[in-house]
């Protein structure tokens, strides 16, 4: 498109609203019209055409009730010789909201039709609070109807430590390689329905009894993701676990679930925390079906006894199952965070921790045995308001036996493992800052990686 030819095209645009109200209810409605046209038989393009028509009927009171009924008609037109339409779709559906003090609720439901399809929409968020906040909930969801492309991917070699990833895949910080989309199937799309739903529940009986519950407080978090192809849409908006995760038809999945209890055992100086997470994800977005699962629970033990510092003793068991390499790993780990919130605006956390891991192949290639221990030391230094330092230093040892299954995987060798990082942060005035980046590590049968980054920033 050249400039010369593109002053022959004419520009016409129209845009009217009314609204009516009365008392509580209100009526409105829309028009809008874009029309470009091409005199110039120097270009292909002759001209387009959107209009969009659009009513609604409201009830609202106090800014705590609303009720609206809404729809919506585009039609969009091309120019050859004539005008031709070439797609027409009509959106109608309805939204409320209602407040209080202690309960909210928000929802948007609306159906775009076409000449081709029908698309479900949805928005919807409950909030409630229960005996005097004692129990409260949320509740978040959302619908989506998109199209969905086949895809293949594959493992494309970018040069040493510019890549993402090894080549078995493996997400590394030193890595060769990225995953690069290489087909896209555009001539068969597949409509997919594209669901997110995130519950979670926190009670606390302290708001109810002097007694002994009020030493406890639990909190469950539920999160549900589908993206699925099934010919049955209403059993995925329902969130019906017989149409969940489904091999055939689900093009990605996750379900998690977090569960934890707090029991204040001394005043809140002495906490005890027992928790559990599960996470499921089964992703068929690319050529071949990859399926994982994360369990783990948590014991732990919290002490601020000690002025200024906080004490932390946890217990996790860990079980983990990946298709992509065909393994199953459990792991037990112990434990011990210790931060101390030092004079002048310096906090130091040291971190150790012992685990026992034991790995094995679904291919029968055999298991294996590490036992390590690590040490951390964190250090965080605040300068008023103008620089803040950080640095970090890692030490890890790890005692290997079995099979060599895994054995790729740096954080697997057996030998010692060093992780270092120092970053500092200055705020040069309210308009410029810079900072300054150094981290590095050392692998087992692996050279040193030293890097080093330099940032100066200025907004205007």
Known sequence: LNIYSANFIKL?????????????FSLGSGYFNKQREND???????GDRITKLKGNFSYSKDNKV?????????????????????????????????????????????????????????????????WQQALD??????????????????????????????????????????????????????LSVEVNANFNLYFKPAQLTKGFA??????????????????????IYFLNPNALMKKGSTLYGKNSLFQNVWIDIWHRRLTAKLGFQYDKILDNRYQSEQISRYNQWEASLRSRMIKDNDVELSYFYTEEEDSYYHSRIDKN???LDIRSNLPSSLVLTTEMSYDKEVGSSNLGEGSYNIK??????????????????FGRLLYRKNWR??????????????GNIWNWKFNFNYKINKFTSTSLEYNGDSYPNQDTKHEIQVELKAEF
């Open 12 to 24: 016409y645009q129209h845009n009217l609203q009314a609204l009516y109200k009365w008392q509580n």
């Open 333 to 335: 780990e112990i434990q």
């Open 137 to 190: 909930s949320d509740f978040t969801y959302s619908l989506q109807n998109v199209e969905f492309y086949p895809k293949q991917r594959e493992l494309v070699y970018v040069g040493e430590e510019y890549g993402l990833y090894d080549s078995t895949g493996t997400y590394s910080d030193d890595g060769e390689y990225i995953w690069e989309v290489t087909d896209i199937d555009y001539d068969n799309p597949q």
């Open 40 to 46: 110039s038989e120097l270009m292909e393009f002759k």
């Open 66 to 130: 609303s009720a609206t009924l809404h729809w919506q008609q585009e039609v969009n037109d091309s120019l050859s010789t004539t005008w031709k339409q070439k797609e027409k779709a009509n959106t109608y559906g309805i939204s409320s909201y209602w407040n209080t003090s202690n309960h909210q609720f928000d929802v948007d439901i609306s159906r775009r039709t076409t000449q081709q399809e029908s698309y479900d929409m949805a928005e919807i968020r409950v909030s409630n609070s229960f």
């Open 214 to 235: 009020k030493r406890f407080e639990t909190e469950t978090n539920v999160i549900v993701t589908e993206n699925s192809k099934a010919d049955d849409k209403t059993s």
């Open 401 to 414: 036996s079995g099979s060599g299954f895994l054995g790729y995987l740096p954080e697997k060798r057996e």
């Open 372 to 389: 390590s221990w690590d040490i951390s030391e964190n250090l965080t230094y605040f300068g008023s308001n103008r620089y803040r330092i």
